[in-house]
């Protein structure tokens, strides 16, 4: 990746098919329904779980995106559709990994310091 590409960031709403324009569009009443004839749209393709995801690179769009209250990004998404018992699974898990490595970090200071005896 050169220093101008810009990676693919991937956006997620709760309304599965959500559709939107990020710049001015121009409407027109065709066929008794009003209609966008102009202008690009974002379209989130539905995931089957209430919620819909776009990926885009292109900077104007990810600009727009992040801007918007009703769309998310990856990490939020993860944490909004993750279960509470599944979190707090990871989250014992951390905490386990975490005491383990203090007990083993104490061990190698008490094999510095000679066993745990004194020394003068």
Known sequence: MTSTEIKTQHFFSRSAGLEV???KSTRALID?????IDGPSI???PLGNH???YSTSDPAEIEFLKKRKDVVDEATYIDQTTPPAQKLATAQRQIETQNQLIADY???????RGGGSSRK
């Open 21 to 23: 324009w990020p710049v």
């Open 106 to 112: 104490q061990k190698q200071v008490e094999e510095l």
């Open 43 to 45: 379209q989130f393709q």
């Open 51 to 53: 919620w819909g995801k």
């Open 32 to 36: 008794g329904q009003s209609q966008v």
